[in-house]
């Protein structure tokens, strides 16, 4: 997945950092202070459970099927999120907000890499991990909270 520099490709950073952003904002229970205004006709496809996991401020490990580190994500109490390589490098910061177990993620820059993800997230599991998974379906990631 990465290149010899460490790097991941730009779509796949942009894809795994929305992901994450959803999973924090909906793992942690709690809404930013002053979530940033979003269309909600857009993006409306599937709709979370009532037993979603809603993410709130902390850092949360995004992870493949085989359980591997993808990137981890720190979502802020501000409304701001960033994306970190599993080297620790900030890949995408921008804005998130979680509408009760639908995490959106609004990465800052222009271009079609660029544009509002939202995910729906799963009930908590024993574990402690949740899935997350776009609202149109096409990608799904396992979510883990790690202490701060």
């Known amino acids: ?6 790097r991941l490709p730009s779509r796949f950073s942009t894809a795994f950092t929305l992901t994450l952003a959803v999973l924090l904002v909906t793992a942690c229970g709690q809404e930013p202070e002053a ?10 496809e599937k709709a979370p459970s009532p037993d979603a996991y809603v993410l709130a401020p902390g850092v949360y490990s995004i992870e493949s099927s085989d359980g591997s580190l993808y990137f981890q994500m720190v979502i802020e109490q501000d409304g701001t999120y960033s994306t970190r390589n599993p080297d620790g490098e900030t890949i995408v ?3 998130w907000r979680d509408d009760r177990g639908k995490a959106c993620f609004d990465p800052s820059g222009a271009g079609e890499d660029n544009q509002e993800r ?14 997350t998974t776009g609202v ?4 799904s990631y396992t ?5 701060n």
Do not use: Q
Request: aromatic share 8%; net charge negative; hydrophobic share 25%.
């Open 1 to 6: 997945m990465a290149d010899r520099s460490g």
């Open 35 to 44: 979530p940033y205004a979003h269309d909600t006709t857009e993006n409306d």
């Open 93 to 95: 910061t921008g804005k």
């Open 118 to 131: 939202c995910w729906i997230n799963s009930s908590l599991s024993e574990d402690g991990t949740f899935t």
């Open 143 to 147: 979510v883990r909270p790690v202490a």
């Open 136 to 139: 149109d379906g096409s990608d």
